[in-house]
């Protein structure tokens, strides 16, 4: 029997420690602390310029003399709720922060990402009508509209009036504006130009599907074109965030 009882204790000890390595797994979490479904990574929400209090236990642990500053993000090795029903992220070894001041960093930036991308599809929405509505007006040389394009002035016009984005006046700066995109990466709203890639005569703007709106000639006026080898741009710039 004492054998036996040994041999039990032997065993339970060697699953505790792995290689001299004690295994998390083998701790089971208390009713009042039990382990959440951990976020891969947190990022700290609290007060610009300030940070959150790092403590050396989630439950009546005390006050390491560290913070996590605002807006840092961190992974998570561990997430666990107190006697309180409070939830507390482990951030690194005995070093436990506060839930409340702190939002999952995955979510957060998906919100952004998609908020920041719904944004600029509306803007760029806004852009392409606004050209397309110029389809047929004049050209002419130094003006910027209502009545009248010429290739700059028409980029000017349609990004101030839809999208109360202000570009510059002539090809010559309007390049020096935005990003540089490459012309297998064209979204609508872009800028095309045309000539040297620093100091272009000619933009338009990229409306999608291959085409383009640009205040072409005197002869031709505010135009719909498409895109195509005997007259393609030398660069492309993406004004729109």
């Known amino acids: 029997m004492k054998l036996k009882n040994s041999f039990v204790k032997a065993t339970a000890a060697a699953a505790l420690t792995i290689g001299g390595l004690a295994t998390v797994n083998a701790v089971k979490p208390s009713a009042t602390s039990h382990v959440q479904a951990a976020t891969t990574q947190i990022k700290v929400k609290y007060v610009q310029g300030y940070g959150v209090n790092i403590w050396n236990n989630y439950e009546g642990g005390r006050f390491?003399?560290?913070?996590?500053?605002?807006?840092?993000?961190?992974?998570?090795?561990?997430?666990?709720?107190?006697?309180?029903?409070?939830?507390?992220?482990?951030?690194?070894?005995?070093?436990?922060?506060?839930?409340?001041?702190?939002?999952?960093?995955?979510?957060?930036?998906?919100?952004?990402?998609?908020?920041?991308?719904?944004?600029?599809?509306?803007?760029?929405?806004?852009?392409?009508?606004?050209?397309?509505?110029?389809?047929?007006?004049?050209?002419?040389?130094?003006?910027?509209?209502?009545?009248?394009?010429?290739?700059?002035?028409?980029?000017?016009?349609?990004?101030?009036?839809?999208?109360?984005?202000?570009?510059?006046?002539?090809?010559?700066?309007?390049?020096?504006?935005?990003?540089?995109?490459?012309?297998?990466?064209l979204q609508p709203g872009d800028l095309l130009f045309w000539g040297s890639a620093t100091s272009p005569y000619h933009v338009g703007i990229y409306l999608g599907n291959n085409q383009y709106v640009h205040a072409a000639t005197p002869k031709q006026g505010v135009i719909v074109q498409s895109l195509s080898s005997y007259f393609y741009p030398s660069a492309a710039k993406r004004v729109l965030n």
């Open 64 to 185: 390491t003399g560290k913070r996590a500053q605002h807006g840092t993000t961190w992974n998570v090795l561990d997430t666990k709720t107190d006697s309180k029903g409070n939830t507390w992220y482990e951030i690194g070894e005995n070093q436990w922060i506060d839930g409340k001041y702190a939002v999952d960093a995955s979510s957060t930036a998906a919100t952004k990402t998609k908020k920041k991308s719904t944004q600029a599809s509306a803007t760029a929405s806004s852009i392409i009508s606004l050209a397309k509505a110029q389809v047929g007006k004049p050209y002419s040389w130094g003006s910027a509209g209502p009545s009248a394009f010429d290739c700059s002035g028409l980029v000017q016009y349609v990004y101030k009036n839809a999208a109360g984005i202000d570009v510059t006046r002539t090809t010559y700066t309007q390049i020096k504006q935005g990003t540089s995109v490459s012309m297998s990466n």
